[in-house]
């Protein structure tokens, strides 16, 4: 293991973190991506625990982009997250030479989504991707033109913070809030003057990256809607978390939604529709809450979470497979 030691040690260097797991080296980095580094840590926890069940000797590095050394004669594990839409439209960013999918416009029959894989001759190229989304992952296994890529996928949720017991009559300082990163999006821009022209009154909350949750646990209403007129893919990874602390999440219709495992636990409706559901929900809170974070909400909860788990310990075995070819 001397060469893996060394390699160990460069990467710390990088401020990447080694963690051992009896005879295999979990190596992944500390200062991941701000804006997803608590799903990412999340997952890095659900594969150490699993992993702990393996006793084969091997290195992985999970989310490391570059790779300047690789241990020789050490069997090496790639892992990496795919986390962008790949429900585009035509014309979107980042969608040039996509396939054409199956699934259909909303508002079109007679046009479908193309399927979208950002970053794909990185992704192809790992051991293992994990995507957040399992309307992703339906979208690409319809198109049918991603078959060894799909192979090597898995569905880990965004079950991030701890589930407890909520109830409407709780303190929360934000009523009603949106998490814009760049409010000045023309397509979020003109959402927020509707609003604004409504008398909706709501706060934008922009550039909070880490505990999310404390936000979260003290508002009662997420509004959530689409960056670009393109990419379609439901935002899980603000929504699910936003679910688990308690917050009434408002969302803008998305395709295949009937996908999404927890889909009616959302209060869906169309963009131009958006301003009286919220102004409903905000007069009529008590009764939207109790609706929504009833006690078949906490089991399907607890449910994506177990299979989380379940996932964590399908990828070990993908990982022995791997190691016996």
Known sequence: MKIVNRVINWLKLKKYKS???????????????VGLKEYYLYITKLLIRALHGSKEKYVIFFGIQQLKLAPKNIPVITIDLQIEHTLVKAGGRGSENSPIGKVGFQESSSENYLVRIANYQHL??????????????????LGG??????????????????????????????????????PDEPRRKEFIQTLNNRNVRFE????????LDSVYLNTKMLINIRQTDF???????????ALRCG?????????????CRYSE?????????????????????AAYHSKIFNPKFYTRMNRLSKANELNAFKIRNEIESILKR
């Open 19 to 33: 963690v051992k797991i009896h005879n295999a080296q979990f190596v992944f980095d500390q200062n991941y991506d």
């Open 124 to 141: 192809i190229n790992q051991d293992i991707i994990i995507d957040y989304s399992r309307i992703n992952l339906i979208n690409i296994k």
């Open 145 to 182: 033109h991603y078959k060894e890529y799909i192979k090597k996928t898995f569905l880990i949720a965004p079950t991030l913070y701890e589930l407890k017991s909520y109830s409407s009559n709780e303190n929360r300082q934000y009523d009603t809030i949106t998490l814009f990163r760049n």
């Open 204 to 211: 934008n909350l922009n550039n909070i990256f880490d505990d």
């Open 231 to 241: 990419h379609d893919t439901l935002e899980e990874l603000r929504i699910l978390p």
């Open 247 to 259: 917050v009434i999440v408002i969302s803008e219709d998305a395709p295949l939604k009937k996908y």
């Open 265 to 285: 636990y959302i209060l869906w409706e169309k963009l131009e529709n958006l301003p009286d559901l919220i102004l409903d929900v905000q007069k009529n809170y």
